[in-house]
């Protein structure tokens, strides 16, 4: 059995169908990574996000997932 090396960073994103746009994630992210699109929703931008997972910890919706890779 092989193990990888890589000690990839998790990666997070939205579920737009449970998010309520409160806005609290945003306020969390150090990575002024989260914002809010024209729908409402949150946004997680991939390219800055470090996968800190802060943003997670304070949704009160549960709105934000990990994203598991295969
Ligand atoms: S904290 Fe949760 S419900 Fe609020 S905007 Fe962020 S993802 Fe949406
Ligand atoms: S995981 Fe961290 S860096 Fe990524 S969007 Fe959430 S709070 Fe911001």
């Not at 092989?2 to 998010?19: H, L, Q, R, T």
């Not at 997670?56 to 709105?63: K, S, T, W």
């Amino acid at each position: 059995m092989m193990f990888a090396k890589n000690i990839k960073m998790k990666k997070y994103k939205v579920d737009e169908s449970i998010c309520a746009g409160c806005g609290v994630c945003i306020s969390a992210c150090p990575q002024e990574a989260i914002e809010i699109n024209n729908d409402g929703k949150a946004v997680i931008n991939p390219e800055k996000c470090l996968g800190c997972g802060a943003c997670l910890n304070v949704c009160n919706f549960e709105a934000i997932k990990e994203v598991k890779n295969k």
